[in-house]
């Protein structure tokens, strides 16, 4: 069974660009989160998406958003990048949400110059 | 939002060593995970244990969460379980996964 597959793996970008990340979930998986690490704030959710709809959203700017599809895919977008917005982006999945574990792809590390 | 705090932040052991990681958190939980975080970045999921304990070849970790602590045992440490190793909990139910700041070990051969 495939795992959660994240891309692009490594990602440049200017200041003021936007950038979208891609998640697909493992295969049956309904349940889709993003986290932020950084090594000054460390792992902060971003926000959680199920059967399409947000559920949750943790304390970032409206400069992030997300999405997800009936594919249970997910993307999230970051707009007019910052330096601060240099970090390691997690995704995971889990079965229907709540008490699950929650199983994480290998990240896309973006990097802003 | 709740807190989770982990100690201790750094350990360095002796392949063979036996260790604890502690996890305090400040509120009750619905869910409690333990990952480990290898050199690559990659993280793992160890345990789902928001109560009692649980085995693992040479990983158990236990939780009380009347007490509102959870303790990850490693028992003869390779040089492979070095790394970063979170305890994160969830509140509500949704996935809204709170993480305490590791601790990073070093297993030295």
């Known amino acids: 069974k495939a795992g959660v597959t994240q891309t692009p793996r490594y990602l440049i970008k200017t200041r003021g660009q936007q950038v979208t990340l891609s998640c697909s979930p493992i295969s049956g998986h309904r349940s889709v989160s993003w986290y932020q690490q950084t090594p000054g704030q460390g792992l902060q959710f971003l926000f959680e998406y199920f059967s399409e709809t947000q559920r949750n959203k943790g304390n970032f700017p409206g400069r992030f958003s997300g999405r997800q599809f009936s594919n249970s895919r997910s993307e999230m977008n970051v707009s007019t990048l910052e330096l601060g917005d240099s970090a390691l982006y997690l995704c995971?999945?889990?079965?229907?949400?709540?008490?699950?574990?929650?199983?994480f792809g290998d990240g896309t590390r973006l990097s802003i110059l | 939002g709740i807190q989770v705090e982990q100690s201790p932040p750094d350990l360095i052991l002796q392949e063979g060593a036996n260790s604890t990681l502690r996890c305090n958190f400040s509120d009750s939980v619905n869910n409690l995970q333990w990952f480990h975080q290898n050199p690559w970045g990659q993280l793992i999921n160890l345990f789902y244990i928001p109560s009692g304990t649980k085995q693992n070849g040479r990983l158990s970790a236990t939780t009380v969460a009347t007490e509102r602590y959870s303790l990850l045992y490693i028992s003869s440490s390779q040089t492979t379980d070095s790394g970063v190793y979170f305890c994160?909990?969830?509140?509500?139910?949704?996935?809204?996964?709170?993480f305490g700041s590791g601790t990073k070990l070093n297993v030295k051969p």
């Open positions: 994160a909990v969830d509140v509500d139910n949704f996935n809204k996964f709170y």
């Open positions: 995971a999945s889990s079965l229907a949400g709540g008490y699950q574990p929650q199983h």
